[in-house]
């Protein structure tokens, strides 16, 4: 770990949102600026954080004098619509996820004037790893690689630390200058080397799996809270009145039907989500159906434009079913902020800044478990 005479490390937070990264480094690191092009994001993160060190605009269009500084981590949520099974399967050619290659070229011009951050952080959906036959993500490795780092990447579900099923890719470079290979191990070292992460590597090109870490980390210690934990007892949506209750239920395939009768038959309080989305039938014709769990976790929260519908929570009690959507707070709070946390006072900007967010104790356990351990070897190696 750092020494306490070591400064507090900085952080740059690009395609930052609503700031959820901030929300969870803010304790123990600077943020040196955060960038997102989207106005309302923006003024979410100001109304949040502060507008200072806030930059509003495209990433191509960032003065190259605001990276040549002294900055530690460079973290990019980097936009997601391109790979996501509910986009349109672009990849990195697709107009928004494209900015990944210039966000890449900003880093080489910091790098080339000698301000080459420790650590390199970028999360994105597990669509990149098999997006055009794993083609793409094999191109994001070489990039970040050719800038002079050691990558590896882990697959983390959010579920182990909210109650939010939320898969996602997060890629963590190490300054190649850095001495890594007790964080490191010649094959998978941990729960989040799943087997998606496995089969890509083992089907890489050689000089991929050459290059390829694969970085130590262990299970989080203590299980999250169930769905109960987050509940609104003051929620911003409406109970849906009994005909649209009736509707939900005829769209319910007999899986979720079924779920629904066990959840009604057990007497107590259960409470469950369901999702609305279109799936083939035996004719072919896609349906809207409706969705159900009742296992303690919410499904992927999504942006209401990201080709999925906005979740419904649902109440079973003595037998009864409430529902309602999902409110603003408790999408917020499975995301892992804070209730002190402003959210937008209009639902789909508040839906739009969660679902395109990064889960606040997901980015606390890689910090714990990869960044302060490489800061611990830059701190070592600049007092030699």
Known sequence: MPRDTDPTPRYAEFFAGGGMVRAALDDSWDCAFANDIDAMKCTVYGENWGTD????????????SILRQPIDLYWASSPCQDFSLAGNGNGLGGLRSGVFLTWVQK??????????????????????????GGRDFTAVITALAELGYHVGGLEIDA?????????????????????????????????????????????APVNIR???????????????????????????TPWFDAQTRRNLTAMMSPPSLSRLQVAKASGGMQIGTLYRRGRPGPDGVVRQRAEVRFDGV??????????SSR??????????LRARLLSTREA??????????????????????AGDGVV???????????????LARQHARAAL
């Not at 060190?53 to 190259?64: K, Q, S, T």
């Not at 880093?107 to 055009?132: C, D, K, W, Y």
């Not at 099923?165 to 094959?187: I, K, Q, T």
């Open 159 to 203: 579920r182990d630390f909210v109650p939010q099923s939320r898969p996602r890719l997060f890629v963590v470079c190490v300054r190649a200058d850095l001495d890594v290979d007790d964080l490191s191990a010649s094959g998978p070292a941990g729960p989040y080397h799943t087997r998606r992460i496995t089969e890509f590597v083992s089907r």
């Open 53 to 64: 060190g806030l930059i509003f605009g495209d990433v191509a269009n960032l003065d190259g």
């Open 360 to 374: 606040v104790p997901v980015v606390q356990y890689l910090d714990r478990t990869l960044f302060r351990r490489v």
């Open 311 to 320: 979740q419904t929570l649902l109440l079973v009690e003595g037998g009864k």
């Open 298 to 307: 919410a499904g992927c929260l999504r942006t209401p434009a990201g080709g």
């Open 107 to 132: 880093i080489q011009s910091a790098i080339s004037q000698g301000h080459a951050p420790a650590l390199i952080a970028f999360e994105n959906v597990m669509g990149l790893v098999t997006r055009n």
């Open 332 to 353: 917020a709070r499975l995301m892992g902020l804070p209730d002190s946390y402003h959210m937008p006072g209009n639902y789909n900007a508040a839906y739009k800044v």
């Open 210 to 236: 050459k290059l390829w870490r694969w970085w130590r980390h262990d299970a989080p210690a203590m299980p999250p809270q169930g769905i109960a934990a987050i509940i609104d007892t003051c929620p911003d």
